[in-house]
T-cell receptor
Framework: AQTVTQSQPEMSVQEAETVTLSCTYD???????LFWYKQPPSRQMILVIR??????QNATENRFSVNFQKAAKSFSLKISDSQLGDAAMYFC?????????????FGAGTILRVKS | NAGVTQTPKFQVLKTGQSMTLQCAQD?????MSWYRQDPGMGLRLIHY???????DQGEVPNGYNVSRSTTEDFPLRLLSAAPSQTSVYFC????????????FGQGTRLTVV
């Protein structure tokens, strides 16, 4: 079974600074998808960024980018120019490309605090 | 377009009571699923459905039942609530079984006393 590990329960960043959230995963598969989800206090799950394992290029979405290291099974999220609205719980998630259905395996989450 | 709607948003149950958490989507999505979120454990898959009439177990199915009589609805039933089922429950849907984009409901916070 696949597992996802987020080793940072909490992180803090100063507004306008850059922060990196860590995620490692364990799988024997070669084809899969990785995601970062944001969960603000409203509880809504918001997709931040998606990475396809067969693509070597790191995904980017505006101020959000990932560092995908397939051999190391590492998938970190970098948030540049942090804003107060970035404060939330962030979840790393894995989806097998082999399984039938969009079954996500989540990490425990990292709480991100943004200081003004 | 309402997306994925969960009701209720909050619920308190006594141990042993039963209840149904409702989930409805209006996007004609084929795939639906239920997760529970617990501190320090992230979200874990309870049950999922790949289409009307078809359901299967996820990682933590014990104590929960599901059915999928229509494409739109995917209710989660707690047969005899236990304090260990205190959690936040999320329903999610995807267009098809091969989709990677998941649409989540707003969650239901359930407390079992």
């Amino acid at each position: 079974a696949q597992t996802v590990t987020q080793s940072q329960p909490e992180m803090s960043v100063q507004e306008a600074e850059t922060v990196t959230l860590s995620c490692t995963y364990d799988t024997s598969e070669s084809d899969y998808y990785l995601f970062w989800y944001k969960q603000p206090p409203s509880r809504q799950m918001i997709l931040v960024i998606r990475q396809e394992a067969y693509k070597q290029q790191n995904a980017t979405e505006n101020r959000f980018s990932v560092n995908f290291q397939k051999a190391a099974k590492s998938f970190s999220l970098k948030i540049s120019d942090s804003q107060l609205g970035d404060a939330a719980m962030y979840f790393c998630a894995y989806r097998s490309a082999m399984e039938y259905g969009n079954k996500l395996v989540f990490g425990a989450g990292t709480i991100l605090r943004v200081k003004s | 377009n309402a997306g994925v709607t969960q009701t209720p948003k909050f619920q308190v149950l006594k141990t042993g009571q039963s209840m149904t958490l409702q989930c409805a989507q209006d996007m004609n999505h084929e795939y639906m699923s239920w997760y529970r979120q617990d501190p320090g454990m992230g979200l874990r898959l309870i049950h999922y459905s790949v289409g009307a009439g078809i359901t299967d177990q996820g990682e933590v199915p014990n104590g929960y039942n599901v059915s999928r009589s229509t494409t739109e609805d995917f209710p989660l039933r707690l047969l005899s609530a236990a304090p260990s089922q205190t959690s936040v429950y999320f329903c999610a849907s995807s267009y098809s079984v091969s989709s990677t984009e998941a649409f989540f409901g707003q969650g239901t916070r359930l407390t079992v006393v």
